[in-house]
């Protein structure tokens, strides 16, 4: 099955220059429906109020951790607890990728990364695109 790129992408990361890359770097990879979030709180708001097919998260924000709202989202009973979750991070701590899969992540990026990256780790979770 293709992967739909009109399907919304939620990203979430405190640090605006990142949002604007990954948003960059979705756009040159065909994805035109990203949404952002500053904080996990702000993300939990977001995607109860609309579907979305990916969300890709920062691990470390204030004053909802990437960590906690996938922590959130899985434990929900929504429609959203199955969304294809990516989490990205600065730190590639052995122990942070363990809990990260165990709260139920799909896929982990660290930082830094390039549009290579970013399609293959979507494409792992979604699909070839």
Not at 102 to 120: D, H, M, S
Request: glycine residues 4%; without cysteine.
């Amino acid at each position: 099955m293709a992967v739909d790129k009109n399907m919304n992408v939620l990203i979430v990361d405190d640090y605006t220059t990142m949002l604007r890359i990954i948003k960059n770097l979705l756009k040159q990879l065909g994805f035109d429906n990203v949404d952002e979030a500053t904080d996990g709180t702000m993300a939990l708001e977001k995607i109860k109020a609309k579907p979305y097919g990916l969300v890709i998260s920062d691990w470390n924000m204030e004053p909802m951790t990437g960590y906690e709202f996938l922590k959130q989202i899985r434990a929900s009973s929504e429609p959203y607890k199955t969304v294809p979750f990516i989490m990205i991070t600065a730190e590639s701590k052995t122990e942070n990728v363990i809990a990260a899969k165990q709260a139920g992540v799909n896929n982990y990026i660290v930082k830094p990364f390039n549009a290579e990256t970013l399609k293959n780790k979507i494409a792992a979770v979604l699909g070839d695109f």
